[in-house]
């Protein structure tokens, strides 16, 4: 056995809920494990050994309550002030999908690995974006609009959309949510297009494009998908001249960053008649702001960054984290790993 203890960064959460299981695991594996509580305000140094011994570190779901997208909480800060001082620091597993956090860069930029959550809420946000796909297409937009002015107003002919078979959703980014949604749209009869830079097929889609691709696919589609994660690349991904290769009878969904596209091309687009509908959940700055055009914006849908709210999301988390904990235990590869060199080898689906 080695005696050698490796400290493991936590929250007091995580500690009290999985403590035991960890130790338990950490010794049938042969390793001494050493449960580090992180503080949660910020100006809390731990202990010289403590803060020695931290080779590994688990950023759950409970330190980052209270953050935004652009202003971390203070317990997030806290958790990172001592994580990126921990000079032998090997690995971090974090509760988000992407890795665009700020908080990650210190990490990203030293020799730690980096294991991310995803997959763990991609069944929530699909069955939202699916659901948002549905109503829209079925009139439910106009309905609920009309039933808020207390008007009885059937869907007007030029309102309707074309029955759901003969329907195409363009769906760009194919990890874990991406593919769900492709899954449940061509159960409900949609053809489904997926657009990622690896090739081959994916089960559940009708078929598969590289991203060069796109401005080909967008003039036929009738939903387009943004499911991707937020890069060089994919930056500005969905902008003004994108927009205008769309159908009138398009509609949009984002749930994948704020930055992939340009709001105020798209809300022009909407305003003007130019796509039918979207449904949006993440923006390029959160929380959106009052005087952002996207909020009159006719025939939309916005939700507060909130499509994969489930209080399964926990669990599946933990357990992403528990499958990871395993496999350093037994030196294995790790699932998830987003460290660079790592996503420089892969295809890059990582939403």
């Known amino acids: 056995m080695n005696t050698e203890q490796t400290g493991l960064l936590v929250s007091k959460a ?9 130790q338990a695991l950490a010794r049938a594996a042969g390793h001494a494990l050493r449960l580090i509580v992180a503080p949660s305000q910020r100006g809390q140094p731990l202990p010289a050994d403590e803060q020695a011994s931290i080779r590994l570190g688990f950023f759950s779901r409970d330190i980052m309550q209270g953050s935004s997208k652009h202003t971390p909480g203070g317990a997030s800060r806290a958790f990172f002030d001592i994580f990126d001082a921990a000079p032998r620091a090997q690995w971090l597993h974090v509760c988000s999908a992407g890795i665009d956090n700020p908080l990650y860069r210190p990490t990203l930029a030293r020799a730690v690995r980096l294991t991310t959550s995803s997959g763990g809420n991609a069944v929530p946000i699909a ?3 699916v659901g948002a796909i549905l109503c829209q297409s079925r009139g439910f937009t106009d309905w609920l609009a009309a039933q808020a002015d207390r008007r009885w107003q059937p869907l007007a002919p030029a309102r309707m959309a074309r029955d759901l078979h003969e329907q195409a959703a363009v769906i760009v980014g194919l990890g874990p949510i991406g593919r ?8 409900v009869g949609l053809t489904t297009i997926g657009v990622r830079r690896g090739a081959g097929a994916i089960p559940g889609l009708d078929r ?10 967008l003039p036929a589609c009738d939903w387009l998908v943004l499911a991707c994660p937020l890069t060089a690349e994919t930056r500005g ?15 949009v969904v984002n749930i994948g960053r704020g930055e ?3 709001e105020t091309a798209l809300a022009a687009a909407l305003r003007e008649g130019r796509l039918r509908s979207a449904y949006l959940d993440v923006f390029a700055t959160e929380p959106l702001p009052a005087d952002s055009p996207l909020w009159d914006a006719p025939h939309t849908w916005i939700s507060p960054h909130n499509a994969g709210a489930s209080p399964g999301n926990d669990r599946r988390f933990t357990d992403i984290f528990l499958r ?4 350093w235990l037994n030196g294995e590869p790790f699932d998830n790993d987003a460290t660079p060199a790592v996503r420089a ?4 689906d990582r939403s």
Not at 180 to 187: D, M, P, Q, Y
Not at 324 to 327: A, G, R, Y
Not at 345 to 348: A, Q, T
């Open 180 to 187: 769900e949604i492709g899954r449940l749209l061509k159960a």
């Open 345 to 348: 080898g892969n295809n890059g």
């Open 208 to 217: 598969t494009c590289r991203p060069d691709a796109l401005d080909e696919l």
């Open 237 to 251: 991904l969905l902008d003004a001249r994108r927009i205008g290769l769309l159908p009138p009878r398009a509609g």
């Open 260 to 262: 992939l596209m340009d």
């Open 14 to 22: 995580v500690h009290d809920r999985l403590g035991d299981q960890l």
């Open 127 to 129: 069955q939202t974006v």
């Open 324 to 327: 990871n904990f395993m496999h």
